[in-house]
């Protein structure tokens, strides 16, 4: 079965960059869109990046992180980052990754499957 896993969480000042990373165990995820998202405490889960399969160049992020976070893909590491740069205290929330078939505009979080674990981002002063 289908196992992701993040990690690259902590906390950091704001203006400060964490780089995430999610990882997928006996699975390759060349072919699946993966999609970045986060919950805060008392919030609902939301939706923050996604990136297309390979032979698509499709990346879409939500409105929030426009500019300031960048999704990636390195298919010989099968892995897919999540750049986090100019970090606000907004940002503070359990980040996960989800694969689908398709990278969808609103990022969202029905469309994706196989959840990981998370791994915390804070941003504190």
């Known amino acids: 079965q289908l196992k992701l896993a993040e990690s690259g969480g902590g906390s950091v000042q704001p203006g400060g960059s964490l780089r995430l990373s999610c990882t997928a165990s006996?699975?390759?995820?060349?072919?699946?869109?993966v999609g970045w998202f986060r919950q805060a405490p008392g919030k609902e889960r939301e939706g923050v990046a996604c990136?297309?399969?390979?032979?698509?160049?499709?990346?879409n992020y939500v409105d929030s992180v426009k500019g300031r976070f960048t999704i990636s893909r390195d298919n010989a590491k099968n892995t897919i980052y999540l750049q986090m740069n100019s970090l606000k205290p907004e940002d503070t929330a359990v980040y996960y990754c989800?694969?689908?078939?398709?990278?969808?505009?609103?990022?969202?979080?029905?469309?994706?499957?196989?959840w990981g674990q998370g791994t915390q981002v804070t941003v504190s002063s």
């Open positions: 989800a694969v689908a078939t398709l990278c969808s505009v609103y990022v969202l979080p029905q469309e994706f499957d196989y």
């Open positions: 006996r699975f390759t995820l060349d072919y699946n869109a």
């Open positions: 990136i297309d399969g390979v032979g698509s160049s499709t990346t």
